[in-house]
């Protein structure tokens, strides 16, 4: 915590749920919360994170697959969300981002970006943004601890499915103008079509490999 709080980190505790059962408990009871108040709100594959985070740190420009929440405990950060939609959000990079053949934070950014909206929150705050809605997070000066949490619904992931198989389709067969519904047959053709790449492992070889370039001194 002293690192923390004296120098530029973030440290990330993933999939928190697996290791503590309080923990899972709560995601399960924060998300039959928020169904309950959303009709038809049907949502699985939850996530939950906790970030600590150095004053004025900092988060890149990205995009997630998932659906995702932020929930703020301590601490101040200014949160950028910017529209879906070129040119923040280029369809190919997206794509890429699905196939995994680039790191989240490969997007290309602008400063001019930023005349779009911007948000301070505070402890007790929590956002939530569109689906895939690029961001970039700046920490105030002060020690923050965050709440992230994930999750899908069947419309986030025939989105995933969609994207998935348009990549591939542009990739590998040239094909461009590529339509982005989520039903009737040719969304059925493309879930197909992702599946056999998927579970065949072809795209798989083309995967970004994150690397670590740093050791950490214990
Ligand atoms: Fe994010």
Redesign the pocket.
């Known amino acids: 915590m002293d690192a923390i709080r004296n120098g530029q980190i973030w440290l990330s505790l993933r999939k928190v749920m697996k290791v503590s059962e309080p923990y899972a408990e709560l995601l399960e009871r924060m998300f039959a919360e928020i169904e309950a108040h959303v009709p038809g709100l049907d949502t699985y594959k939850h996530n939950f994170g906790i970030l600590i985070s150095s004053p004025k740190a900092q988060?890149f420009y990205?995009?997630?697959i998932p659906g995702?929440s932020l929930w703020q405990i301590r601490g101040q950060k200014r949160v950028y969300l910017y529209p879906t939609g070129a040119p923040f959000l280029p369809q190919e990079g997206l794509e890429a981002i699905v196939l995994n053949e680039a790191d989240?934070q490969d997007l290309p950014y602008h400063s001019s970006y930023d005349d779009k909206a911007t948000v301070i929150v505070q402890p007790g705050e929590m956002l939530h943004w569109p689906l895939n809605a690029p961001?970039r997070?700046v920490n105030l000066d002060t020690l923050n601890i965050s709440i992230?949490t994930e999750h899908f619904t069947t419309e986030i992931r025939n989105t995933y499915v969609v994207n998935y198989a348009n990549g591939i389709l542009r990739r590998r067969f040239g094909m461009e103008n590529l339509s982005c519904s989520t039903s009737g047959p040719a969304f059925l053709g493309k879930m197909a079509l992702a599946a056999a790449y998927k579970y065949s492992g072809i795209q798989k070889q083309k995967r970004f490999d994150r690397k670590i370039d740093f050791a950490i001194d214990p």
């Open positions: 988060v990205h995009s997630d995702q989240e961001h997070v992230t």
